[in-house]
Antibody, heavy 118, light 113 residues
């Protein structure tokens, strides 16, 4: 059974940092690209960042470029998102999502909630 | 960047009736070399993560009921629920995976009339 379990969310003040993690199981992690996708409360889905199977390809949304860093450790079946200089508009549920080679998402985790507020 | 626009924002349909959701991309997501449309549809029920329904614009994911169908090509796409069931109440999103950044439509909320 495929599982993606996110953690690391919480309440943080503006300007501070947070590191999200996602642990994968039930599939060969290092065969797949993974995305971070976020959803602000009551809003739609927004792609945040993606990383290829071997970390050779990395991309960011303009809204987080220069502040967020995605990484993965295939030996630990884990994905990370280092979030610096957090803003109120970064408040959202952050999902990690498994991406098939064609490019669409075939499985989503349950998400971890990040709240940025003073 | 490709922008995805869905319509309507919400719709209310009677049980057993047909629901249709539209999705328009700001540029074509049809890749000429393989004649495939890089367009997916997801369903998100309250309190749950999204679930893949359809990819390549019209291919149903395994286990998805056949009342869900996708159509369209190029820039205009439609998700149709042929006979709405109570368990279909959800928000539906389209997404292009033709180019980076991948982009989602704003979502369409489907309710029972």
């Amino acid at each position: 059974e495929v599982q993606l379990v996110e953690s690391g969310g919480g309440l943080v003040q503006p300007g501070r940092s947070l590191r999200l993690s996602c642990v994968a199981s039930g599939f060969t992690f290092d065969n797949y690209a993974i995305y971070w996708v976020r959803q602000a409360p009551g809003k739609g889905l927004e792609w945040v960042s993606g990383i290829s199977w071997n970390s050779g390809g990395i991309g960011y949304a303009d809204s987080v470029k220069g502040r967020f860093t995605i990484s993965r450790d295939n030996a630990k079946n884990s994905l990370y998102l280092q979030m610096n200089s957090l803003r109120a508009e970064d408040t959202a549920l952050y999902y990690c999502a498994k991406v098939v080679p064609a490019g669409f998402i075939d499985f989503w985790g349950q998400g971890t909630l990040v709240s940025v507020s003073s | 960047d490709i922008v995805m626009t869905q319509s309507p924002d919400s719709l209310a349909v009677s049980l057993g009736e047909r629901a249709a959701i539209n999705c328009k991309s700001s540029q074509s997501v049809l890749y000429s070399s393989n004649n495939k449309n890089y367009l997916a549809w997801y369903q998100q029920k309250p309190g749950q993560p999204p679930k893949l329904l359809i990819y390549w614009a019209s291919t149903r994911e395994s286990g998805v009921p056949d009342r869900f169908s996708g159509s369209g090509s190029g820039t205009d796409f439609t998700l149709t629920i042929s006979s709405l069931q109570a368990e279909d109440v959800a928000v539906y999103y389209c997404q292009q995976y033709y180019s980076t950044p991948p982009a989602f439509g704003g979502g369409t909320k489907v309710e029972i009339k």
